[in-house]
């Protein structure tokens, strides 16, 4: 690399740090509350980044610095408050600051990254060699690890330098002195460091507590896949896109219905309000809640009667029903709970009491979601509910005049991996292909492992032409991807078909389209991407 192209790459990281620090401030949000000191670190932070971005030519950065100051002058004009219309804004904006890389060769309207983190992660396992294919396997993801043999390279590496996060054998260097190091390492810092524990066996509550107690935020058993690594580092670390909460609110009183917006709003927490009760379950499949705050008596019917229809519906069995009323009558509390509410909340109530509780409650049901709709070994959306999502996608499609792709994804000669190597490298290949898709594709495409080897995608938005360029670029990608064996390294690559919606497609055409797509692909030779074309 020349002087000029190493100059360049350092002004881009200053850029990227300076990025990561409107993340972190962004991401306050979901514990705390808007006020004046929160947006004034937001725009502070964002001012830094633009006058950064501007100075050292970074075009991307710099446009969404200055959208993030919009958003911030329309809450000003908004007396200071932030409403549903910003909260989306903002989180977008930052989404997009999250997910932008340093690759000038990439399309900038696809290709989204993550930006590395500025500190390694420190790796410090029994096995080293077990630690060292851990760090290859971040590497090929874009993350910087370093692997320790022994407690005293791991120290000495402390004192040079500390990382954004370590992962710890229980046993490192030693029968439960991982456990031992790791809490003297936290006691001697003044900030404590994500800390994620790991045991090849699995281990008893006693184990586990004492992980707890030297600051385990998570510990890993049996095995440890860079997919599942990855995730939780970028979470622990704050480098993680945090999606608002977002909350139907039915009460047939507009001012009850504006006051709980604006309460919940100023958390952060996305809402959308039915003056009409009739209109729920209409509203449920377009702005699809995490929660649902009824009031309990409603001319119209009652809240009780609402929950009821609404539990009839498959899709929104899990969803946690608030009821938010003035009745202070503990058993027709009881009574309406038994009749598919979740919790019940008495008006007058303090605005912390409410957005503690919404947000206790999403969060648990978003956890339970994910492991309802989706796949236990590459945590993509399982076939049923890609199904879902390409219905809704298309109904949304239509009904905005938008394009939208349909993509399936096989990988080439699958069998003949498991056959020669094994099923463990087999489900490898499969996280890392889930992995390497969740990485490089937008946050509005829905990625899912349709079965097996074969995964779907729906890419809204999205004119085939330009999905078959994306995915193309990731197919090539993925292939550069070498996976440690014993005789040779494995590569592995995979067939893709593309199809657009039309005017006449159902999801059962759209899906026989692109397996059509995709069955061409195999058999013009494989590692290829295919676009569904009509018979005429």
Not at 118 to 125: F, G, N, R
Not at 161 to 174: E, K, L, S, T, Y
Not at 178 to 190: F, V, W
Not at 524 to 530: Q, S
Request: charged share 25%.
């Amino acid at each position: 690399m020349s002087d000029q192209e190493e100059l360049k790459q350092h002004f881009a990281q200053r850029v990227i740090h300076q990025a990561r620090e409107v993340l972190e401030v962004w991401q306050q949000l979901q514990r705390g509350e808007w006020n004046d000191n929160y947006r004034n670190a937001l725009a502070d932070a964002t001012l830094r980044l633009r006058r950064f971005a501007e100075r050292f030519g970074q075009a991307e950065h710099s446009e969404l610095a200055l959208g993030i100051e919009d958003c911030l002058g329309d809450i000003e004009d908004n007396r200071g408050r932030l409403s549903s219309t910003s909260i989306a804004t903002l989180s977008q904006l930052v989404y997009r600051l999250a997910r932008t890389g340093l690759r000038h060769s990439d399309t900038q309207s696809q290709a989204v990254y993550v930006p590395p983190l500025s500190k390694p992660v420190y790796i410090a396992l029994q096995d080293h060699q077990r630690a060292e294919h851990v760090v290859r396997q971040l590497e090929f993801f874009s993350m910087t690890a370093q692997a320790f043999a022994s407690d005293a390279a791991f120290r000495a590496a402390m004192h040079e330098r500390h990382p954004a996060a370590i992962v710890m054998d229980v046993d490192f260097n030693g029968p439960g002195e991982g456990l031992k190091l790791a809490e003297r390492i936290q006691q001697s810092l003044d900030e404590k460091l994500p800390l994620i524990f790991f045991s090849h066996a699995d281990t008893d509550t006693p184990t586990r507590l004492a992980a707890v107690r030297a600051g385990g935020l998570e510990f890993f058993t049996g095995s440890l896949d860079a997919s599942s690594l990855l995730e939780k580092i970028e979470i622990f670390t704050r480098t993680a896109h945090y999606e608002p909460f977002r909350v139907l609110i039915v009460d047939d009183s507009r001012a009850q219905a504006t006051h709980t917006e604006r309460v919940l709003n100023n958390a952060g927490i996305i809402t959308q309000t039915l003056i009409e009760p009739i209109q729920t379950i209409a509203a449920l499949a377009e702005f699809q809640p995490d929660l649902i705050i009824l009031d309990m008596y409603m001319p119209a019917c009652m809240g009780t009667e609402l929950a009821k229809v609404i539990r009839q519906h498959e899709r929104y069995v899990s969803v946690p029903i608030i009821y938010l009323s003035a009745e202070d009558d503990l058993d027709k509390q009881l009574d309406a709970m038994n009749e598919g509410g979740d919790d019940f909340l008495t008006k007058p109530i303090k605005p912390s009491h409410l957005i503690a509780t919404v947000r206790t409650r999403a969060a648990r049901a978003r956890s339970l979601k994910a492991r309802i709709v989706r796949d236990s070994l590459t945590g993509l959306y399982n076939h049923t509910h890609s199904l879902q999502l390409l219905e809704d996608a298309s109904f949304r499609a239509r009904r905005d005049g938008q394009p939208l792709s349909f993509a399936m994804i096989d990988i080439d000669h699958f069998k003949k991996v498991n056959d020669t190597y094994g099923h463990p490298m087999g489900d490898r290949v499969i996280k890392s292909l889930a992995l390497f898709l969740k990485q490089r594709l937008r946050k509005t495409d829905h990625i899912g492992r349709y079965g097996g080897e074969e995964f779907a995608v729906v890419l809204p938005d999205t004119r085939a032409e330009d999905a078959c360029k994306v995915l193309d670029e990731i197919r090539r990608r993925f292939a550069e991807i070498r996976y440690p064996a014993k005789q040779e390294d494995l590569t592995c690559t995979f067939s893709c078909g593309i199809t657009e919606l039309t005017a006449d497609s159902d999801i059962k055409l759209l899906t026989q389209q692109a397996d059509e797509a995709l069955y061409r692909a195999k058999h013009g030779g494989r590692n290829r991407v295919e676009r569904f074309q009509p018979v005429t």
